[in-house]
Nanobody
Framework: QVQLVEFGGGLVQAGGSLRLSCAAS????????VGWFRQAPGKERAFVGA????????YYADSVKGRFTISRDNAKNTVYLQMNSLQPEDTAVYYC?????????????????WGQGTRVTVSS
């Protein structure tokens, strides 16, 4: 079992930056892939990006590629989502999720463990 907790959400002006953290407890990420998803009001939960913990390969949705970066810190058992050049359309609740093995899956139905989410609001 893996328990995930997200931190770092908040209110930011358009063009600003935030860094989200996803910390794991119970088990380490070593044997898992970790993904980031987001859900805006009235919309489906959408893939943002993912990383294979052991290999380090990252994947990004076209909507965030070039603006968002996923990184990992094995010592802290934490995955980060650095978000730059934020725009109002990035407003959503952001979730981290995990599944066993790699490469990372790109759809939410394939993830087994989820955090509670952290809210990001980008004002215009």
């Amino acid at each position: 079992q893996v328990q995930l907790v997200e931190f770092g959400g908040g209110l930011v002006q358009a063009g600003g930056s935030l860094r989200l953290s996803c910390a794991a407890s119970g088990r380490t990420f070593t044997r898992y892939a970790v993904g980031w998803f987001r859900q805006a009001p009235g919309k489906e939960r959408a893939f943002v990006g993912a990383v294979s913990w052991s290999v380090g390969t990252t994947y990004y949705a076209d909507s965030v590629k070039g603006r968002f970066t996923i990184s990992r810190d094995n010592a802290k058992n934490t995955v980060y989502l650095q978000m730059n050049s934020l725009q109002p359309e990035d407003t959503a609740v952001y979730y981290c999720a995990a599944h066993q093995g790699h490469p990372p899956r790109l759809t939410r139905l394939e993830y087994d463990y989820w955090g509670q989410g952290t809210r990001v609001t980008v004002s215009s």
